[in-house]
């Protein structure tokens, strides 16, 4: 009897996502490609110093369709190919409200899942697709915001102005850990501080975020 012949187990899907950097001073976004009419110039770096990032949704010769880290959340604009360098990052997060949760996965599969606390009723996080666009280290790593920050791109419904920004929503650490797992926070997302910091050396920049629940 003839053996049976065996295929190669096919190779994992790899789930990647590109990530623009602005390249100049700054950098003007239009509503449509090949539009007359500019959206917006936004400054690089950001008011908080760092290189702007965008999360890549859609790539067309000339032109690429990016998330916006402006106001209203979900907006999105064109970017010319030639006013950014393109990365990519396996990453991907997504936050579940209801359960309290955030997911990290790595090309499509999942590394790990963290509690997290997230706002409250007055003041919730806000749900959507959004990125990183910015890791900060706080003054005092024992603070409210522990070791580390990430700004996302995404801003609270309720708060416009916070500790002089626009009311960006974050995600970091915390000197509270007794309250993670709970709705407390002003619209962030809280993780315990050990958790953070493992984030903070794996997640680069323009690594997507979803907030569901």
Do not use: K
């Amino acid at each position: 009897m003839r053996p049976t012949a065996t295929r190669p187990a096919p190779a994992p899907e790899t789930r990647r996502s590109l990530v623009a950097h602005a390249l100049g001073a700054e950098i003007t976004w239009f509503r449509a490609p090949e539009s007359d009419s500019p959206g917006a110039t936004l400054a690089n770096p950001n008011r908080q110093g760092v290189p702007l990032v965008f999360a890549v949704e859609w790539r067309q010769p000339g032109w690429l369709r990016v998330r916006l880290p402006i106001r209203p959340n979900g907006m999105s604009g064109w970017l010319r190919a030639t006013d950014v360098s393109l990365s990519e990052t396996p990453y991907d997060l997504l936050v579940d409200r209801s359960e309290h949760r955030l997911t990290v996965s790595r090309d499509g599969r999942v590394l790990v899942r963290l509690p997290v606390g997230i706002g409250t009723g007055g003041t919730p996080t806000p749900a959507g697709d959004f990125y990183l666009t910015e890791l900060l280290r706080p003054a005092n790593p024992r603070g409210p915001w522990g070791p580390y920050a990430f700004g996302l791109s995404g801003f609270s419904d309720v708060i416009t102005q916070f500790n002089g920004d626009d009311g960006i929503i974050g995600l970091h650490g915390t000197n509270r850990p007794d309250l993670i797992g709970t709705d407390a926070s002003l619209g962030c997302i809280r993780l315990r501080n050990e958790d953070i910091e493992r984030l903070a050396g794996m997640l680069p920049l323009g690594t997507p975020i979803s907030i569901t629940g």
